[in-house]
Nanobody, 122 residues
Framework: QVQLVESGGGLVQIGESLRLSCAVS????????MGWFRQSPGKERDFVAG???????FYGDGLKGRFIISRDNAKNTLYLQMNSLKPDDTAVYYC????????????????WGQGIQVTVSS
């Protein structure tokens, strides 16, 4: 049974940082492309960042330099370090796994976490 469990979300003030974690079980984590997506009410699920099995990283528009994706294959865990947070970053954040090359298309990911709320207060 594949499980992806996000943690680390919450309420922060403008300019603060958060680190999200995604603990993965039930699949060969080190062989999967991993991604973070986010979704706000009434909007589509947007690509935030991705990381290949070999560690190559990819970011959504305007997020590189402020968000950092990483993975620890020994711990089967994916991370998203979010810095200088803005109210526009408020969303439910999801981690996802894909058996294939990276893509920004959410429909191409095979497994999903339940999501975790991040709220940036002004």
């Amino acid at each position: 049974q594949v499980q992806l469990v996000e943690s680390g979300g919450g309420l922060v003030q403008i300019g603060e940082s958060l680190r999200l974690s995604c603990a993965v079980s039930g699949l060969a984590f080190s062989k999967y492309t991993m991604g973070w997506f986010r979704q706000s009410p009434g909007k589509e699920r947007d690509f935030v960042a991705g990381i290949s099995w070999s560690g190559n990283t990819f970011y959504g528009d305007g997020l590189k330099g402020r968000f950092i994706i990483s993975r620890d294959n020994a711990k089967n865990t994916l991370y998203l370090q979010m810095n200088s947070l803005k109210p526009d970053d408020t969303a439910v954040y999801y981690c996802a796994a894909r058996d294939g090359v990276w893509t920004t298309d959410a429909s191409q990911y095979d497994y999903w976490g339940q999501g975790i709320q991040v709220t940036v207060s002004s």
